[in-house]
């Protein structure tokens, strides 16, 4: 072991979840380093939707100003599916980039004295021991945060991909997110703060081959939900692995949060606020972990408490847009009735405030 260097903390991924640990085991005194397999700034598939869950934790740890000056307030959901539309209030939600909301939690966390690798690809232990970039390193503990490309344990065999693209679309309204629902997945679409439009799909692998490029699935999805598929414009696409998985929050040294901890398939943007929370709350056990070994951790147990209520939603909500028939009539119901609307919208968005 002599020779090699060390840290109190390992921190692999530099997304939400990562910079958010990294930054708040840094402001408690404990060495860290922060490890991305990408260059810093790098464009990721995400609806780029911010519940009041992940607000709420930025407020908290009083980073709301500085993390979410880019935001904008997203205050409609326009709900399509088998030609029928509704239009339901969406309050506590903003959209913001990821290069955006990345960038200020990485800051935050270089200020607090992270020290970064970018363009690194790192290879973890349950020891402590990370390869990266060609030099082993030893942790006290390592933080795995590195997305659905994670250690997996079970991944969903008739589970989704996410596909995502931004593009320049004139003609968008700021404040609404578009979702247009179909039997072979969904689309959402938000008008960014820095004027482009995002767009995310949830599809199974076998309805994108079948309409012959992520662009043409958009299309299908909104064409059956009763939108114009010309509004999906031409463009690339970037892929996801399957959404729906599970992963060992702990082992032994590693510690996983957010997307490498397991993930259930979202719908209004929901992986974001379970990566700040989970972000938000791991620095006791990590540092337990690495004062005192992997057995004073409680990790597992605590992301169990903090995620499953929420995730059974989320699960529940994904396997009731499945079948669109039965969102059109849902959509028809609320529709008529603006208690129905509002109850339904706060089952899509988990929103604890009203949505009338």
């Known amino acids: 072991m ?38 810093q700034g790098r464009w990721k598939v995400c609806g780029c939707c911010l519940g009041e869950l992940g607000q709420r934790v930025l407020s908290d740890l009083g980073l709301s100003d500085r993390v979410l000056r880019a935001a904008e307030p997203l205050r409609r959901i326009m709900l399509a599916a088998g ?44 020891d402590g021991r990370v390869q990266a970039g060609g030099e082993e ?42 979702m247009a629902v179909a039997r072979g997945g969904y689309v959402g679409r938000v008008e960014l703060p820095d004027g482009r439009t995002d767009f995310a799909m949830a599809a199974t692998p076998a309805f994108v081959r079948q309409a012959g490029s992520p662009t043409e699935a958009a299309r299908v999805i909104y064409r ?22 599970q992963a060992q929050a702990q082992e032994g040294r590693i510690l996983r949060v957010g997307d490498a901890a397991g993930y259930v398939e979202p719908f209004t943007g929901e992986g974001m606020s379970w990566a700040l929370l989970g972000g938000s709350r791991i620095s006791d056990d990590a540092i337990a972990c690495a004062e005192h070994g992997p057995d004073a951790s409680n ?33 028809g119901l609320a529709s008529m009735s603006p208690g129905i609307g509002a109850a339904g919208a706060g089952m899509l968005s988990g929103s604890r405030r009203s949505v009338a």
Not at 303 to 317: D, E, F, G, M
Request: with cysteine; aromatic share 2%; net charge positive.
């Open 2 to 39: 002599a020779g090699k260097r060390q840290y109190d903390a390992i921190v692999i991924g530099a997304g939400p979840a990562g910079a958010l640990a990294a930054g708040t085991l840094a402001a408690r005194d404990v060495r860290t380093l922060m490890v991305d397999k990408s260059v």
């Open 83 to 126: 030609g029928k539309q509704v239009d339901l209030g969406l309050p506590g939600f903003v959209s913001i980039s990821r290069e955006s909301l990345d960038a200020a939690l990485v800051a935050v966390a270089q200020e607090r004295g992270v020290e970064t690798r970018w363009n690194t690809t790192a290879t973890i232990h349950a």
């Open 137 to 178: 390193l030893l942790a006290g503990v390592v933080i795995d945060a590195s997305g659905l490309r994670s250690h997996a344990r079970r991944v969903a065999k008739s589970g989704r991909i996410g596909l995502g693209m931004t593009a320049e679309v004139a003609g968008g309204i700021t404040d609404v997110l578009t």
């Open 224 to 245: 059956q939900a009763g939108l114009d598929p010309a509004e999906v414009p031409d463009g690339r696409w970037h892929g996801t692995p399957v959404l729906t998985r």
């Open 299 to 331: 990790w597992p147990a605590k992301l169990h408490s903090l995620l499953t209520a929420r995730q059974a939603r989320c699960r529940a909500v994904s396997i009731a847009v499945r079948s669109p028939g039965l969102l059109r009539t849902a959509i």
